[in-house]
RNA sequence: GCCGGUGUAGCUCAGUGGUAGAGCAGCGCACUCGUAAUGCGCAGGCCUGCGGUUCAAGUCCGCACACCGGCUCCA
């Protein structure tokens, strides 16, 4: 007899039984898939055996959203066993929209077979193949994957486990490793669909064979199974690639792969950024300085670079010499810190410059203007004196927060990064760093991710990352501390002691890369930028041919203002040109025929709020004076 | 770099071995127009490149380049 608990306070008691029938009798198996039995998370046809809290885990929960998808996984896996006998298994999570799984497929598959696959697991399903779990020691576990199913990837995984005993989840004849929960029979994966095919390694190292991963996806119903694929396709139309070519504001060319061309409507953005971002950078106390993007490969060697990252490097060579391209800005601006004695009444030294930085990224990676070959980082070092790391570091998360969230409305996550293999230094400077940043993290009150073994080559750091259109994340801002470099390039100050003594160093970036930035201002605004930073700002409709004259003159008038502005002189209709003006995502529009010539007004238009009625000129720039701008 | 896919007009795409097409954009003409597409006409192509198969290649094969989706790597 055992008795359940339901977290209301409900309790049943029953003779045996499973988890699923204890929560039908408590009243709570409704939309269940699986169970939490003591806080662990079981099966519907887990056999009870002990009291205690039982809850449902519901399909549309995430994690019941996280069982199914994995659950869909196995019966992907089932079907591409019917279908190419002799696969073998990699690993098939469950992951953020979906699942995938990675197989040696003999022949291999492409896309065109996914509705094969699709159609033999929607037969699979409804036959109600149930699902059954069995435990059994590692060895047996090992045996049944070498000799029945012959999958040397189940087994290289199984023996690396540090449990005796490890379970497998059987349906049918296929059979997986796995810690479940699962759905109790197939028939419960009803709606998902495949997504695509891709190539990854054997455990991600690209050392190892290659194996096919099949992306797919489940969710609890059809609803939201269709508002997905929905959310995919409307998030592809605002992919800045697209974006960036329908709106004119850059180009990727075969004559340069990986580095972007910026259109005239591309740098009015760039511009008010790089406007802005000064701007703001002086009230910050920053100075700002600009090194070259071609210094002696000497430099390169002392600061390590060649050692840690001559891979992604170009080098080049003057009057027989040997140079290399810049692939990061901190060697030059090193060199400007030891231009003269600094004093510690200096420090902290907050010396910004927007670098263009060329790296060597392989030809796969390429990505939009999110990956690049050539990018502008909004770069900063600092330089101080080791207890004023922690204010420095506050101050660099304080701006970050305020660019990305209060100038655009950004949501962003925090990642710390600590120590690689390959890198500089000793263990003991790398604690001090590593717990400097925490320190700042945790006094900021800043909710963070840990990333281990990620941090720069120099240093460990605090990464920034923004979301693109279809959830993809981008890093921007970085925070990395750096005992390194003031030591192999002997920077000093020197303090009231009238003694020299070594900064501490900080890099930076808030934007990250300006391109990769911009990449994500166009995904997030879906190229509706805000005001301050369209680069049109109004467009003048004349309704007529015979209102051009007029139009000009309100343009000129506009001009003047420093609002930027142009005229539609097109033989077209009113609605058209309304029609073009809105496709272009230009904030205003300012219709102008007769009634405006004759009262000297306009008869504006907002791309969101449509028709704004006929007013005055005088009443107009005040509007457009009221539109956000941070400077 | 690796796996898979794609490459035809400025853009989006038809064209499955036999004379290169459409819509949009562009240009011209007519219309002089009031809040999301006026009509008619014209022009636009080394079908990514290089090789090969074939009487014949946009179409089949190979290689290269670029791009797309992933993996690895990364701002």
Same mark, same amino acid.
């Given at each position: *007899?055992?008795?359940?608990?339901?977290?209301?306070?409900?309790?049943?008691?029953?003779?045996?039984?499973?988890?699923?029938?204890?929560?039908?009798?408590?009243?709570?198996?409704?939309?269940?898939?699986?169970?939490?039995?003591?806080?662990?998370? &079981?099966?519907?046809?887990?056999?009870?055996?002990?009291?205690?809290?039982?809850?449902? /885990?519901?399909?549309?929960?995430?994690?019941?959203?996280?069982?199914?998808?994995?659950?869909?996984?196995?019966? =992907?896996?089932?079907?591409?066993?019917?279908?190419?006998? $002799?696969?073998?298994?990699?690993?098939?999570?469950?992951?953020?929209?979906?699942?995938?799984?990675?197989?040696? /497929?003999?022949? $291999?598959?492409?896309?065109?077979?996914?509705?094969?696959?699709?159609?033999?697991?929607?037969?699979?399903?409804?036959?109600? #193949?149930?699902?059954?779990?069995?435990?059994?020691?590692?060895?047996?576990?090992?045996?049944?994957?070498?000799?029945?199913?012959?999958?040397?990837?189940? &087994?290289?995984? #199984?023996?690396?486990?540090?449990?005796?005993?490890?379970?497998?989840?059987?349906?049918?004849?296929?059979?997986?490793?796995?810690?479940?929960?699962?759905?109790?029979?197939?028939?419960?994966?009803?709606?998902?669909?495949?997504?695509?095919? %891709?190539?990854?390694?054997?455990?991600?190292?690209?050392?190892?064979?290659?194996?096919?991963? &099949?992306?797919?996806?489940?969710?609890?119903?059809?609803?939201?199974?269709?508002?997905?694929?929905?959310? *995919?396709?409307?998030?592809?139309?605002?992919?800045?690639? !697209?974006?960036?070519?329908?709106?004119?504001?850059?180009?990727?060319?075969?004559?340069?792969? $990986?580095?972007?061309?910026?259109?005239?409507?591309? +740098?009015?953005?760039?511009?008010?950024?790089?406007?802005?971002?000064?701007?703001?950078? &002086?009230? !910050?106390?920053?100075?700002?300085?600009?090194?070259?993007?071609?210094?002696?490969?000497?430099?390169?060697?002392?600061?390590?670079?060649?050692?840690?990252?001559?891979?992604? *490097?170009?080098?080049?060579?003057?009057?027989?010499?040997?140079?290399? /391209?810049?692939?990061?800005? @901190?060697?030059?601006? +090193?060199?400007?810190?030891?231009?003269?004695?600094?004093?510690?009444?200096?420090?902290?030294?907050?010396?910004?410059?927007?670098?263009?930085?060329? !790296?060597?990224?392989?030809? $796969?990676?390429?990505?939009?203007?999110?990956?690049?070959?050539?990018?502008?980082?909004?770069?900063?070092?600092?330089?101080?004196?080791?207890?004023?790391?922690?204010?420095? /570091?506050?101050?660099?998360?304080?701006? @970050?927060?305020?660019?990305?969230?209060?100038?655009?409305?950004?949501?962003?996550?925090?990642?710390?990064?600590?120590?690689?293999?390959?890198? +500089?230094?000793?263990?003991?400077?790398?604690?001090?760093?590593?717990?400097?940043?925490?320190? %700042?993290?945790?006094?900021?009150?800043?909710?963070?991710?840990?990333?281990?073994?990620?941090?720069?080559?120099?240093?460990?750091?605090?990464?920034?990352?923004?979301?693109? @259109?279809?959830?993809?994340?981008?890093?921007?801002?970085?925070?990395?501390?750096?005992?390194?470099?003031?030591?192999?390039?002997?920077?000093?100050?020197?303090?009231?002691?009238?003694?020299?003594?070594?900064?501490? +160093?900080?890099?930076?970036?808030?934007?990250?890369?300006?391109? !990769?930035?911009?990449?994500?201002?166009?995904?997030?605004?879906?190229?509706?930028?805000?005001?301050? #930073?369209?680069?049109?700002?109004?467009?003048?409709?004349?309704?007529?041919?015979?209102?051009?004259?007029?139009?000009?003159?309100?343009?000129?008038?506009?001009?003047?203002?420093?609002?930027?502005?142009?005229?539609?002189?097109?033989?077209?209709?009113?609605?058209?040109? #309304?029609?073009?003006?809105?496709?272009?995502?230009?904030?205003? =529009?300012?219709?102008?025929?007769?009634?405006?010539?004759?009262?000297?007004?306009?008869?504006?238009?907002?791309?969101?709020?449509?028709?704004?009625?006929? =007013?005055? =000129?005088?009443?107009?720039?005040?509007?457009?004076?009221?539109?956000?701008?941070?400077?």
């Amino acid at each position: *007899m055992y008795e359940l608990k339901e977290p209301g306070g409900k309790s049943v008691r029953l003779e045996e039984g499973t988890a699923g029938e204890a929560l039908k009798k408590l009243g709570a198996g409704k939309g269940a898939i699986a169970a939490i039995l003591n806080g662990r998370a &079981v099966d519907l046809f887990h056999p009870l055996n002990e009291d205690g809290e039982i809850a449902p /885990i519901t399909a549309g929960s995430e994690e019941g959203l996280d069982i199914l998808r994995h659950s869909a996984a196995h019966l =992907m896996a089932q079907a591409v066993e019917e279908l190419y006998p $002799g696969t073998r298994y990699g690993v098939g999570p469950s992951i953020k929209d979906g699942f995938y799984y990675d197989m040696e /497929i003999p022949g $291999g598959i492409t896309e065109e077979d996914l509705p094969k696959i699709e159609k033999e697991m929607r037969r699979l399903a409804k036959r109600s #193949i149930p699902v059954e779990r069995r435990e059994m020691t590692k060895d047996d576990a090992i045996a049944y994957f070498r000799e029945v199913k012959n999958d040397p990837f189940k &087994v290289e995984i #199984i023996s690396e486990l540090e449990e005796d005993k490890v379970s497998l989840y059987f349906q049918g004849n296929y059979a997986d490793l796995c810690r479940g929960p699962h759905v109790p029979d197939t028939s419960w994966i009803k709606h998902f669909r495949l997504l695509s095919v %891709a190539g990854a390694y054997w455990r991600g190292d690209e050392k190892n064979v290659m194996l096919t991963r &099949v992306y797919g996806t489940a969710f609890a119903d059809e609803e939201a199974l269709e508002a997905y694929i929905r959310r *995919m396709e409307e998030a592809r139309s605002r992919d800045h690639r !697209r974006l960036g070519r329908e709106l004119d504001l850059f180009s990727l060319q075969p004559e340069g792969p $990986g580095f972007p061309f910026f259109h005239p409507k591309g +740098m009015v953005i760039m511009n008010q950024l790089t406007d802005f971002w000064r701007k703001e950078h &002086v009230k !910050r106390g920053y100075s700002e300085i600009r090194t070259p993007l071609i210094l002696n490969r000497d430099l390169w060697i002392r600061s390590g670079h060649w050692d840690h990252y001559r891979e992604n *490097m170009y080098f080049t060579e003057i009057d027989e010499n040997p140079f290399a /391209i810049k692939p990061m800005n @901190c060697p030059g601006g +090193m060199l400007v810190y030891k231009s003269q004695i600094r004093s510690y009444r200096d420090l902290p030294l907050r010396m910004a410059e927007l670098g263009m930085v060329h !790296r060597h990224e392989r030809s $796969g990676v390429l990505h939009g203007l999110m990956r690049v070959r050539c990018f502008t980082q909004d770069d900063a070092h600092l330089y101080c004196r080791p207890d004023q790391v922690k204010d420095e /570091i506050i101050g660099i998360m304080d701006l @970050c927060d305020f660019i990305y969230r209060e100038v655009f409305g950004f949501k962003y996550s925090i990642e710390l990064s600590t120590r690689p293999e390959n890198s +500089m230094g000793s263990e003991e400077q790398w604690g001090i760093a590593e717990r400097a940043l925490k320190e %700042a993290l945790d006094e900021r009150g800043a909710e963070y991710r840990l990333n281990p073994g990620d941090g720069a080559f120099y240093g460990p750091k605090i990464d920034f990352h923004l979301e693109d @259109c279809i959830g993809r994340t981008w890093q921007c801002g970085t925070i990395q501390l750096d005992f390194q470099m003031p030591e192999k390039f002997d920077l000093t100050y020197i303090g009231a002691d009238g003694k020299e003594h070594r900064p501490v +160093m900080l890099h930076r970036t808030v934007l990250g890369s300006l391109e !990769r930035f911009f990449g994500i201002l166009i995904e997030n605004f879906a190229g509706a930028f805000p005001y301050w #930073i369209a680069p049109v700002q109004a467009r003048i409709l004349p309704v007529a041919g015979d209102f051009t004259e007029y139009a000009r003159k309100v343009a000129d008038e506009l001009r003047a203002e420093g609002i930027r502005v142009e005229v539609d002189e097109r033989d077209e209709k009113l609605g058209k040109k #309304i029609r073009d003006a809105q496709t272009q995502k230009i904030p205003y =529009m300012a219709v102008v025929g007769e009634k405006e010539r004759e009262s000297g007004g306009v008869a504006p238009r907002e791309r969101a709020r449509g028709d704004l009625g006929a =007013m005055s =000129m005088a009443r107009f720039k005040e509007v457009l004076a009221e539109e956000f701008s941070p400077f």
